[in-house]
């Protein structure tokens, strides 16, 4: 499940960092220049773990994703609120300022960061369910049996 959650949310990183670039006021965000580099390169780094990584490496990543975003989600909404310098993005009830007028987090940002946060934890918390492939040995024992009858 981690190299699934990796996988899927990697991709939506690349996809809401591309889509910055047009439109910086995405789903109420703030996706200045510098999110949008963050939003690829997390994007790039969890399609990675999650496409040729291993089962742990997903595993260990969506950790660390997971307590990251989830902690920058939570400190994000206990903000207060506050005008971005971000062009063109009016007052919000919680604003996060990293770096002033490039890198700064919203009341939407926060929640999308929690709900991202969450959705790396379950990948790294979820069990690896493998399903076992018959050994030759089982299956060549099977087959004379049935070819007995």
């Known amino acids: 499940m981690a190299r699934v959650v990796c996988l899927c949310l990697g991709l939506l990183f690349v996809a809401v960092g591309l889509i910055g670039f047009v439109a910086p006021g995405f789903l109420g965000m703030h996706l200045s220049v510098g999110h949008n580099m963050v939003n690829l390169a997390t994007g790039v780094m969890a399609a990675y773990f999650g496409y040729f990584g291993s089962y742990l490496a997903a595993k260990n990543f969506c950790y660390v994703m997971g307590t990251l975003y989830g902690s920058l989600g939570v400190i994000g909404l206990i903000a207060p609120p506050g005008v971005p310098l971000?062009?063109?993005?009016?007052?919000?009830?919680?604003?996060?300022?990293?770096?002033?007028?490039?890198?700064?987090?919203?009341?939407?940002?926060?929640?999308?960061?929690?709900?991202?946060?969450?959705?790396?934890?379950?990948?790294?918390?979820?069990?690896?369910?493998?399903?076992?492939?018959?050994?030759?040995?089982?299956?060549r024992v099977f087959q004379k049996r049935v070819s007995m009858r």
């Open 86 to 139: 971000m062009h063109g993005m009016g007052p919000t009830n919680h604003l996060l300022s990293i770096v002033p007028g490039d890198l700064e987090f919203g009341t939407a940002d926060s929640v999308a960061h929690l709900l991202v946060g969450a959705t790396f934890l379950y990948g790294g918390f979820s069990r690896y369910i493998q399903v076992e492939e018959p050994k030759p040995e089982v299956v």
